[in-house]
Structures are given as C-alpha cells and as structure tokens.
C-alpha cells in the first residue's frame, strides 16, 4: 500500500483535475457583448420629436436624429458647421420613391431673425413661414438652398418634383427650424372641374399655414405635429390601355379640358397675330397659329405661378386678362360693328 500510495495520489490528482476541466466545460460560456446602439449625435435630441398623420399611400420612416449643418439657406445662420441638433421624418411610397420629407432644427439661445420679405413668403402668419411650390424649377433649390440639396443628396433622400415650405419660430430663447420637401400631388388637386382648376393653390396654402402653426407650436415645447396632406399622390403609373379602346385624338381635347379648365380667347388670339406675321396665307397661318398658341399658354401659366407667388393665378385667368383687350383692339381694327 506504501508503495502504491504515491501512485494512487497522483491518480486522484489526475481524476480531480479532469473532472475541474469536465466541469468548465458544462457551464455556460459568457455572453458576448451586444453591438453598440446607434447613438444619436451630440446634443441631437435637443431637436423636437415629429409626430406624423396617418398615411394610406406610403409609410412614414423616422430617419433618425443627426448634427447636420444649417439647412434653412435663408436669413442670417444662428450656427456653424454640421453642430445644430436635426431630427428627420419621410413618407415613403412603395416603389421607393420619397414623397414628403420633413427636418426640423433646434438652436438654443440662437437668437436668430427672419429673413427679408420676398415673393416666397406667405402672408398673415406669424413666424417667417416660406413657400415655393416648385422647388426644382429652373434648379432654384440647388441654387437657394445647396447645402439642403447636398444634406439630402448624401442620405439618399432626393426625390422630384417637390415643393418647399420652411417657418422659422423662436420659442424659450431658442431658435426651431422646420422644412418640408413635399410632392406637389400631395397638396394640390388633380383638377376636375371649373371650380377646382380656379382653386388649386388654395390648398397647398391652408397646408402650409398648418404646418406654421405646428412649428410655433413645437417652439413652444411641443413635439412637431404634421398636418395631414389634403390628396394622394398617384401610386403608380396607368396601366397600358386594352386592345380596342377609343383612339386618344378622340379623349384627348375633352380630357384635356376637364384637366386644365376652360381657357378662353387662345383660338382668337393666335390666328390674328399669325395673320398680323404672314398675311393670308395659310400655308404660313396654321403652323403659326399653333406656335402661337403654345407660346400664349405657356406664358399666361408662367405669368399666372410668378405674379402672385408663392399663390398662383390660373392660367385661363391670365389668358382672359391677354385676350380681352386684344379682342377689343381687333373689333376696333377691322371695325366688326359694320358687318
């Protein structure tokens, strides 16, 4: 037994140590460390929350709170370089494409002003509410507002066409920044009738104004309440017509006239001036008379969208006040009262 004694020893060592080891490995292993959470920028949740209205045409993404740079592009900046606390909301339609964007902006004791008055602001609000209901005509906003087109270009959030509102409010020594990028489909309507071509813009104004109120509401310490979108975007394109539907030169003027509205004195108009240009013949009369018309068109609806901006005239309104007076100038012409 002596002699075995230090044998046996070892032996127990041996079992004791092998059934340590057996014993570690029947435990659970530590659990590895959770990746870190997306931790919002320094000082980004000073920026006010966004509650946003229900949608039946997209999804509304919170995109995430951010120190992004000053993104208003007018009036004097209350900060410098990517530091002001930004919050970001889209509504997202099912192919992808962005319809509304809304960012929204917080500097304390900012102290900053309106900018001057111009042809974007709009009336009988408080606050410094803007609007420009085509924002990517003649590249105004990449021209106005590039660091705002930069921002959004580097995030994948740019979609046309857009328009522009902003309001500036100042709340608690603070100064609140809110910007909404939104499909014009979104707020004015696919005119129907006489009454809704005369009346288009007026929604887009009654949204704008609401979104004002939310902003100075959210300067107040409110979270920002978006308005609800008066119409819906298209969701998709039309499907291709069947086999055997009427040909589209039949569909096409009365189409084209439930869509735009009535536009008066256009077929007086450019015939007498193609006349007036080439005499009578009308080989040189005809093409002219559509050149002309086109031409009259397009100018009565750029005039109708610049004279009263960010509003809008109808362009059959602009096209009555055109033809009117020619009308009478051509009955005085070519003295209409003798025949």
């Known amino acids: 037994m002596t002699a075995s004694s230090p044998l046996l020893r070892r032996s127990a060592r041996g079992v004791a140590l092998a059934g340590a080891l057996a014993l570690g490995a029947c435990t659970t292993p530590p659990m590895a460390s959770a990746p870190a959470a997306a931790v919002a920028p320094q000082g980004a949740a000073a920026a006010p929350a966004i509650e946003v209205p229900p949608s039946a045409i997209g999804t509304w993404y919170d995109l995430g709170a951010h120190d992004a740079p000053w993104l208003a592009g007018v009036g004097p900046a209350p900060a410098s370089g990517a530091s002001v606390p930004t919050r970001v ?50 590249h105004w906003l990449q021209q ?65 104004r609401q979104f004002a109120q939310a902003t100075q509401a959210a300067a107040a310490g409110a979270p920002l309440r978006v308005p609800p979108f008066p119409y819906s975007a298209p969701l998709a394109t039309p499907p291709a017509p069947p086999a055997g539907t009427v040909p589209a030169m039949v569909t096409a003027p009365p189409a084209a006239t439930a869509a735009v509205g009535p536009i008066a004195f256009v077929g007086l108009v450019a015939p007498h001036l193609a006349r007036l240009s080439c005499g009578p013949d009308y080989r040189w009369i005809l093409p002219l008379s559509a050149l002309y018309a086109a031409v009259l068109l397009l100018g009565a609806d750029v005039l109708g969208r610049v004279v009263a901006a960010p509003a809008e005239v109808a362009a059959g309104i602009v096209a009555c006040l055109i033809g009117g007076p020619f009308f009478v100038w051509v009955a005085c012409r070519y003295r209409l009262s003798r025949l």
Request: net charge neutral; charged share 15%.
């Open 89 to 138: 909301a889209g509504l997202q339609r099912a192919d992808g494409q962005w319809l509304a964007l809304v960012l929204v902006q917080r500097v304390p004791g900012g102290g900053s002003t309106c900018a001057a008055p111009s042809r974007l602001h709009v009336a009988g609000t408080t606050g410094c509410l803007r609007m420009r209901r085509n924002a990517d005509f003649d």
């Open 144 to 208: 106005q507002n590039p660091v705002l087109q930069r921002w959004i270009d580097t995030h994948g959030w740019t979609a046309q066409p857009r328009a522009w509102i902003s309001d500036r409010a100042t709340g608690n020594g603070d100064v609140l920044e809110a910007v909404a990028l939104v499909n014009p489909a979104l707020l004015e309507p696919v005119t129907r009738n006489s009454h809704e071509f005369l009346a288009s813009g007026g929604s887009g104004l009654v949204w704008a």
